[in-house]
Nanobody, 122 residues
Framework: VLLVESGGGLVQPGGSLRLSCAAS????????MSWVRQAPGKGHEWVSD????????YYADSVKGRFTISRDTAKNTLYLQRNSLKHEETALYYC????????????????WGQGTQGAVSS
């Protein structure tokens, strides 16, 4: 199993950026997927989940209405569109595969990507 994030970079407060995660080594279309982030000096924070066929999504209250998780099963790729970004959302963003289907909170994950840096600064 391999999860490879991309799309991170520096954006100004209020700006937007989309993260991508290329998945391989497993049947992508049968697994829930999630995004987790870690700000400097802090623990992991759950951001969003999506069910296996992309029809149901879940968001942390802190990002609801601004972030959108989606997936393209034909491309085996997970996305996170981040809008109206805030300075405090500077973090390393991880694409992760949940164990099972428990969603809506930080859970147990059996595979992690290497992370992509999302910096928000003017």
């Amino acid at each position: 199993v391999l999860l490879v994030e991309s799309g991170g970079g520096l954006v100004q407060p209020g700006g937007s950026l989309r993260l991508s995660c290329a998945a391989s080594g497993f049947t992508f279309s049968t697994h829930y997927m999630s995004w987790v982030r870690q700000a400097p000096g802090k623990g992991h924070e759950w951001v969003s989940d999506i069910n296996s066929d992309g029809t149901i999504t879940y968001y942390a209250d802190s990002v609801k209405g601004r972030f959108t998780i989606s997936r393209d099963t034909a491309k085996n790729t997970l996305y996170l569109q981040r809008n109206s970004l805030k300075h405090e959302e500077t973090a390393l963003y991880y694409c992760v595969r949940p164990v099972g289907t428990r969603v809506g909170r930080l859970g147990e994950y059996d595979y992690w990507g290497q992370g992509t840096q999302g910096a928000v600064s003017s």
